[in-house]
C-alpha cells in the first residue's frame, strides 16, 4: 500500500509541469487527495486537493489559476497540472489521503507518499 509522487524536475520560470500521484495496493476512489509542498526551511503546506464524491477542489492562493488537480478514477491516479511556475513554486511536492468529508480543507491528510522535487529556475 502507497502513493508514489512523480513528474517533478528543473523547469525555467513560465514553464509548466504535470505531477502524478499513483496508488497501489488499494483504490482512490473514495478518498480526498491533497497535494502538499515543503520548501526548504518553510513548512510544509496544502497546494491542492479534490474530493471523490464530488469532485470539489481546493487551491491555495499562491496558486490559483496556475495550477490544476484532476483525478483518472480508472488509473488510480491525481495529477497536478501546475503552469506559469515562478521560483517560490521550487519545493518538494508530496501527495496524500484523506477520509471524504466536509469541510474541504488541508487538514487531517493520514497517509503520505514520498515525494517529488520541482525545482524552478532560469
Known amino acids: 500500500v502507497q502513493l508514489q509522487a512523480s513528474g517533478g524536475g528543473l523547469v525555467q520560470p513560465g514553464g509548466s509541469l504535470r505531477l502524478s500521484c499513483a496508488a497501489s495496493g488499494f483504490t482512490l476512489d473514495y478518498y480526498t487527495i491533497g497535494w502538499f509542498r515543503q520548501a526548504p526551511g518553510k513548512e510544509r503546506e496544502g497546494v491542492s486537493c479534490?474530493?471523490?464524491?464530488?469532485?470539489?477542489?481546493l487551491y491555495a492562493d499562491s496558486v490559483k489559476g496556475r495550477f490544476t488537480i484532476s483525478r483518472d478514477n480508472a488509473k488510480n491516479t491525481v495529477y497536478l497540472q501546475m503552469n506559469s511556475l515562478k521560483p517560490e513554486d521550487t519545493a518538494v511536492y508530496y501527495c496524500a489521503v484523506r477520509g471524504d468529508y466536509r469541510p474541504l480543507d488541508f487538514a487531517n491528510f493520514g497517509f503520505w507518499g514520498h515525494g517529488t522535487l520541482v525545482t524552478v529556475s532560469s
Open positions: 479534490i474530493s471523490s464524491s464530488d469532485g470539489t477542489t
